[in-house]
Antibody, heavy 120, light 107 residues
Framework: QVQLVQSGAEVKKPGSSVTLSCKASGGSFSNHAISWVRQVPEQGLEWIGTIVPRLGIGSNAQKLRDRVTINADTSTSTVYMELRSLKSEDTAIYFC?????????????WGQGSLVTVSS | DIQMTQSPSSLSASVGDRVTITCRASQSVSKYLNWYQQKPGRAPKLLIYTASSLQSGVPSRFSGSGSGTGFTLTISSLQPEDFATYYC?????????FGQGTKLDMK
């Protein structure tokens, strides 16, 4: 069973960038898609994007498309998400989650989450 | 984007109760509807996928049904560990979208 371990909490200034990592262990990374989902504390869940590491292709939410890049390093079984031009409303817990490589995937398993705080 | 609406937004129940949560999609998502449970400070946990398939390791008191635009999650006999927030999510179209959540607490 694949387990996903995320990088730690970050504090950033508005206008800066953050890169989060999600490392897979204990299973075959290449058979999964990896997605990023964020959650403003005490609020709902928002899909950010998905990548199929084996193919290096994916899709991102239109809302964030101009500011987010998701890529993968298959040699280390790690997926990265970069979010640029940070705003206060980007303050959230960011989760990575595994899934099937088909578009109708569900999200399982999940990483433990990485808190990003954007504050001047 | 497909809007997912859950009802109720919050629910108080007792151990042993039968609980049903409803999720409605703004357009058909076929059978591609998933349910998650989230406890405070934790990541969501997959309970049900493709509307009615029980994820491995999830107790059989959880069940899901529906298709198209209307779906339900049922807990047949509530246990103390089931008090949590529940989310539905459609995986038929991107952007994948979630319901706003249903918070289940103890009466």
């Amino acid at each position: 069973q694949v387990q996903l371990v995320q990088s730690g909490a970050e504090v950033k200034k508005p206008g800066s960038s953050v890169t989060l990592s999600c490392k897979a262990s204990g299973g075959s990374f290449s058979n999964h898609a990896i997605s990023w989902v964020r959650q403003v504390p005490e609020q709902g869940l928002e899909w950010i994007g998905t990548i199929v590491p084996r193919l290096g292709i994916g899709s991102n939410a239109q809302k964030l498309r101009d500011r987010v890049t998701i890529n993968a390093d298959t040699s280390t079984s790690t997926v990265y998400m970069e979010l640029r031009s940070l705003k206060s409303e980007d303050t959230a817990i960011y989760f990575c989650a595994g899934g099937m490589t088909t578009s109708t995937t569900w999200f399982d398993p999940w990483g433990q989450g990485s808190l990003v705080t954007v504050s001047s | 984007d497909i809007q997912m609406t859950q009802s109720p937004s919050s629910l108080s129940a007792s151990v042993g109760d039968r609980v049903t949560i409803t999720c409605r999609a703004s357009q058909s998502v076929s059978k591609y509807l998933n349910w998650y449970q989230q406890k405070p400070g934790r990541a969501p946990k997959l309970l049900i996928y493709t509307a009615s398939s029980l994820q491995s390791g999830v107790p059989s008191r959880f069940s899901g049904s529906g298709s198209g635009t209307g779906f339900t999650l049922t807990i047949s006999s509530l246990q103390p560990e089931d008090f949590a927030t529940y989310y539905c999510q459609q995986s038929y179209f991107t952007p994948y979208t979630f319901g706003q959540g249903t918070k289940l607490d103890m009466k």
